[in-house]
Structure formats: C-alpha cells, structure tokens
C-alpha cells in the first residue's frame, strides 16, 4: 500500500456523480483489546473506512506539541476526535473520490454536516492562535477531498465538535467510476474524558 499524495494535484474541479448507489452492508464494529478504545469499519463497495476513538487527553497532548495553548488544547480535546483511516484497495481495479462536505452527522434525528478545516479555523483565528499551529491542525485532519487510485491510502484526524460520550450516525459518501455510494455508521460514540480505558498492570 502507498501514501496518495494525489489531492495535491486532481481536485481542483468537481466531480459529477453519473449514478447512486446505497451499498447494503454491515460495518463491522468492536473495542480495541490493547487500548480500550471502539472502532468502525466499512470494507464494502472498493472502499475501506476506519473510524478509531482518540482519547480527549491523546488530542490535548499531540496539540500542544504543535503549539496550542492550554486553551485551544481543550476546546479540540473536547471537540470528539477520531482517527480516520481511508483506502482504495489495490484489487477494485479503479479511482474513487470522497468529499467530506458531502457526509453528515446524525444527531437526534438531525442532519447536520461534519465540521470541516475551515469552520475549525475560523475558531481558533477567533482564540487568537497563531499561524503555525493553526496550519499543523489543518494537517492533522483527513483532507477535505481527494481522489484515490487503486492501492492508494490517506489518514488523518476527523472532529466533529460534540461532548465526550456524545453518540451519532455518520453517513458518507464516495464515488468510484463516477457511480456515487453510500455507507452508514450507525451509533458512533465520542471516547469519554477519562486518563486510560486500560486498566495497567498493578493498577488497584
């Protein structure tokens, strides 16, 4: 598997879905044995999706690494961050494309979209932060939109702005062959504020 740096270069125009498709099938879920923290995972329709929980004080910490200040820190600590993992397997033989202002949210029966690198940023230029944190946040995330060809992979951050603990549906989008598809994960949850969900060893 290789690292696309193809959003660089091929989304710059639109792209025009030719068809839709809901593809029927159930993620697989489940609770990570080595760190406590719950995933979702899509392996249907030439994509593969991960969703991965981060704990609030993992995102705190990798951020002020970068520059935060204690306040920022919290605000996207709080903010439900998750790891997203996103691939074209090698085997489905064709692009796809993903546009995160595409996908939506679903909280209480409301659709909402995901919040994006822009809307993050004109937070933190409201807190005063900095240019270069601000920019090492914007490469932290999951790009907006990118065109992956067969074998190709990216990851990133997603934040999506709700409480620890917070749960939701999140529907997404894809195109692959100008055919557009879509996916659920149904009852996503925000990884609680809490120091480890792994009990250490000698630990009472």
Known sequence: MRFSL?????????????????????????TREDTG??????????????????LPDQTRAF???????SE???????????????RNPAAAGSVIDYDLSQW????????????????WDDRWKAMN???????????ALLPNRQRLDPGDYNWGMSAFGFPAGQRFD?????????EERTGIFQNVECAPDVESLVPREGAL
């Open 63 to 69: 951020f002020l690494a970068r520059g935060f200040t």
């Open 170 to 178: 999140l529907e997404f989008t894809w195109l692959r062959n100008g």
């Open 129 to 139: 932060l900095p240019s270069p944190p601000r920019i090492a946040f914007r490469w």
């Open 104 to 119: 939506r949210v679903v909280v209480d029966g409301q659709r909402k979209p995901m919040m994006l690198k822009d809307q």
């Open 72 to 86: 920022a820190a919290n605000v996207i600590g709080d903010g439900c961050v998750f790891k997203t993992d996103l």
């Open 6 to 30: 193809s959003f660089l270069t091929r989304t710059c125009g639109p792209v025009v879905a030719l068809a839709v498709s809901t593809v029927a099938a159930a993620p697989e879920s489940g």
């Open 37 to 54: 923290l719950k995933y979702w995972q899509w392996n249907e329709g030439g994509i593969s999706l991960l969703v991965e929980q981060r």
